[in-house]
């Protein structure tokens, strides 16, 4: 099935000279309103933004842990 649909995509965005389309005339372009693109582009930055804030607090939450790695080997190096 994903091999399915790689090549469904491939065909789809692949280069009209490989198509076999000869003429640039005969392209069909996808024409796009400047603001659908202006709300996809800002959508994308505010996506990068959450997944900043979410990798600071995974990082915060890997320094706790690794904090507490340390803690219990001195432990149990003390132990021994």
């Known amino acids: ?3 399915e649909e790689k090549a469904r995509i ?3 965005t692949s280069d009209p000279i490989d ?3 000869e003429d640039p005339e005969d392209v069909d372009a996808e ?3 400047a ?3 202006a709300d996809t582009l800002a959508k994308d930055i505010d996506h990068i933004k959450a997944l ?3 990798e600071d607090k995974i990082r915060r939450h890997y320094r706790r842990i690794q904090e507490v790695k ?4 001195k432990r149990i ?4």
């Open 35 to 37: 603001k659908d693109q």
């Open 1 to 3: 099935m994903v091999l």
């Open 77 to 80: 190096v003390k132990n021994i």
């Open 31 to 33: 024409e796009v309103e």
């Open 19 to 21: 198509a076999g389309v």
């Open 52 to 54: 900043k804030i979410e």
């Open 10 to 12: 491939m065909r789809e």
């Open 70 to 73: 340390r803690a219990l080997k």
